[in-house]
Structures are given as C-alpha cells and as structure tokens.
C-alpha cells in the first residue's frame, strides 16, 4: 500500500486538542511493499507517525493517502474497512491477561472476520495451523495454548509480533518491536517482519530505537527529531554524522562503539554498532 503525507502537522495521540504539534509539515511518500525503518531521539514523534498512517489519529493539517484514497474523506463505513487492510502493532500488545495464547495470535485476522466466527474462535480457535507457523517464526510455538498472564514481557511482545504474520494487512505499521527483547530474539523477530512483508507484499514502517538494526535489515531510514524529519535516505548512505545531527541533544541514548564524537566523526555507517534505549 501506498502512503503519501503532504505538509502534515499532528499531535500526539494522547493529546488534548490545543497541545503542542508533535508532527510538524511532514512531506513524505512510500511506495507500496517498501520497507523503511523510523529513527530518532526519545519524544521524536516516531508513535505518533505511526499513529497517523494507521488512520488512528487524523492530521491536525495536510492530508494523508493510503493508496489513492483520502482515509478522512471517507464515510465511516468505508473508514472501518480501510483500516482493515492496515495493522497496527504498538509497542506494548493489548493482549487479555487470561486469554490464551493462540486467541492472541488469531486476532490479527479479526479485521477479515464475520462477527460469527470471531466470537465462535475464542472458544474453538480455527486455523491453529496458522497460529502455530505465526509463533514458530518468533520462536514460540510451545507457547501456543498458553495464559498469557504467563508470559513474559519479551514473549507477551513477540506474541504481539505474531498477530502481524496471521493478518491480512496491505500496510504493517510496527512500533518499537524490539524493546523488551535481547539480541537473538530482536534478531530473529526483526528478520520474521521483513520476512513476511517480503513474502505478501506489504509495505513495512517500524519505528526502532535500535539504530544498528535499523541499519542491517531497512533499505530505507527516516530520521525524525522534535517532529520534524531530518532525514530520509537509503541505509548505505547514513553516515555518523547524520546520526550525531540526529541524537544532537540526546547522544546518550546512543550505545556502543561509536559513541564519541571522535568516533562518530571517522567510522562509517557500516562500521556502527550502536542501540537508541
């Protein structure tokens, strides 16, 4: 699916009417099946972008376009089915405590669903199958019939994750995937994302504090900061400089070898490894 943003300004989601602009004349287009990472400083305006594509909060100026259509210019309806073709995935998952595992997962199809076989799938899931291959892909089939109030965080985000594999979704919209997991699993899930999204066709956005991630799997990088954008270049072609610009007033949040302004000065963008907490 295509995106387009045209001058777009936005608050944040959880802002009142009047509050400060967290987005501020966003002009960018990505086209349908890219695959492109969100970087920048904590308070950067990386959810609220997020947000915005997914149709969950409408600009407070500009226009935004999924696919050729304006999402608010829609009847209700139409809005409804649209958002269907989208899937959001924030980075904490609203997952019910005592609900099982494979319920989760299944979840992710409930936007393609009838109402029927939605309510008859919680007692007696249909395509377990499905779930399975789902979890499998984060390393998780064993927990497919488990609470999960008996998860851990890590793995209550990658059941999040998974829900992403079962959907139908044109346009995967993925927040901070990586947060509560160590490297083989962050490895393992960012690789299952871009996997899937190859595979069908759709078009990935994540936001990543990971910058060294970002780096590896993402032809494409935005940099965004204070809710402006930055940057927006090919991964090959984002140099330290351009990440010390970006972290300008919060270069520790930057972990690793290239932390000093010496080092970021002299090695290049391959030669990075570092994480944004």
Not at 133 to 144: M, Q, R, T
Not at 147 to 155: A, F, H, K, N, T
Not at 266 to 273: L, M, N, P, S, T
Request: glycine share 8%; net charge neutral.
């Amino acid at each position: 699916m295509k995106i387009a943003l045209n001058d777009v300004s936005a608050r944040h989601p959880s802002s009142k009417a009047d509050a400060i602009l967290a987005l501020r004349g966003w002009n960018l287009s990505v086209e349908g099946g890219e695959q492109v990472a969100v970087i920048g400083p904590s308070g950067a305006g990386k959810t609220t972008l997020l947000h915005l594509m997914a149709c969950a909060l409408a600009p407070a100026q500009g226009s935004l376009r999924l696919g050729e259509l304006d999402p608010w210019g829609l009847g209700r309806r139409a809005l409804q089915l649209m958002r269907g073709e989208l899937f959001l995935a924030p980075q904490v998952p609203p997952l019910p405590p005592r609900q099982r595992v494979v319920t989760s997962v299944l979840a992710g199809r409930l936007p393609h669903e009838s109402l029927w076989a939605s309510l008859r799938s919680l007692a007696y899931p249909a395509n377990i199958a499905l779930a399975d291959s789902a979890l499998d892909a984060f390393g998780l089939s064993e927990k497919l019939f488990d609470r999960v109030d008996r998860l851990s965080g890590g793995e209550r985000q990658r059941v999040g994750l998974a829900r992403a594999l079962t959907s139908q979704a044109k346009l995967l919209l993925v927040d901070e995937p990586l947060s509560a997991l160590d490297p083989a699993n962050a490895q393992q899930a960012i690789e299952a994302l871009t996997q899937a999204a190859r595979q069908r066709g759709a078009t990935l956005i994540t936001s990543l504090h990971h910058v060294d991630m970002a780096l590896a799997h993402f032809p494409r990088i935005v940099g965004l900061r204070s809710g402006e954008l930055v940057f927006d270049l090919p991964a090959s072609s984002v140099t330290p400089r351009h990440l010390k610009d970006l972290y300008a007033e919060q270069l520790h949040e930057l972990d690793g070898p290239a932390t000093s302004q010496t080092d970021l000065a002299q090695q290049g963008a391959k030669g990075i490894a570092v994480n944004c907490r």
